[in-house]
């Protein structure tokens, strides 16, 4: 939508037209920002490797759980994985909400 302005503008299109079209991915990075999607879906896959590599190791008894305790180590380092999960949602929000405050 953003490269369609310079050929309005340039072909005499009517200048509301020309502002509405630009407009259009003003307000759609603004509404990106204020969710925070992008970083929001990079934090979430990254947990959900985190998982698959402990549930991996866990099945295959590699790494950690060669020794004995398997079921127990699985879910500490689970709890800590989303637990890492949780605090760093929780620090991102807390700082959006006072970025939001100095504007």
């Known amino acids: 939508m953003g490269a369609a302005v310079p050929v309005l503008a340039a072909s005499g299109v009517i200048g509301w037209v020309t502002a509405a079209v630009a407009a259009v991915p003003v307000v759609?990075?603004?509404?990106?920002?204020?969710?925070?999607?992008?970083?929001?879906?990079?934090?979430?896959?990254?947990?959900?490797?985190?998982?698959k590599?402990?549930?991996?190791l866990y099945m295959t008894d590699a790494g950690h759980y060669a020794d004995g305790g398997r079921s127990t180590l699985l879910a500490e380092r689970i709890a800590a994985i989303t637990g890492k999960e949780t605090d760093d949602w929780a620090e991102s929000s807390k700082s959006e909400v006072e970025k939001q405050k100095k504007s």
């Open 53 to 56: 590599v402990e549930n991996f």
């Open 28 to 51: 759609a990075e603004g509404i990106q920002q204020l969710f925070q999607w992008h970083s929001t879906w990079l934090r979430c896959r990254s947990t959900a490797e985190a998982l």
